[in-house]
């Protein structure tokens, strides 16, 4: 993710000194989870939902014209629970760290509709 000062999360967030919100930063992370667990075949189909973080911190601060790159290994997986670390980089710095908490469920068949 290429970060821009145009991006309207940052035009109040911090006036003068913009940064990335360390919120946007953690559902960046949920979504890298979720797009990996729905990688594996049997979750295809499913809707990642978010249960929950475990000690995510921030250890540095994303500016505009900062590149994230938001990775996720999965530590468990059982049912339709997913414990999931995930961290996010701007280079080779860990900008936070932490884990990601999810249930998958099958998509209603009324979804959309």
């Not at 919120?23 to 978010?50: D, H, K, N, Y």
């Not at 629970?81 to 249930?103: N, P």
């Amino acid at each position: 993710k290429c970060v821009s000062i145009s991006e309207p999360v940052l035009q109040g967030h911090f006036p003068g000194e913009p940064i990335v919100p360390g919120v946007i930063l953690v559902e960046s992370c949920a979504q890298a989870a979720t797009v990996m667990a729905m990688s594996m075949p049997e979750q295809r189909e499913g809707l990642g939902l978010f249960a929950g973080i475990e000690e995510m911190r921030f250890k540095r601060i994303v500016r505009p014209g900062d590149v994230g790159r938001f990775e996720a290994v999965m530590e468990k997986f059982r049912r339709s629970f997913a414990r999931v670390k995930v961290r996010a980089l701007v280079g080779d710095e860990v900008a936070a760290e932490g884990t990601i908490l999810a249930v998958f469920q099958p998509r209603s068949k009324t979804a959309g509709a």
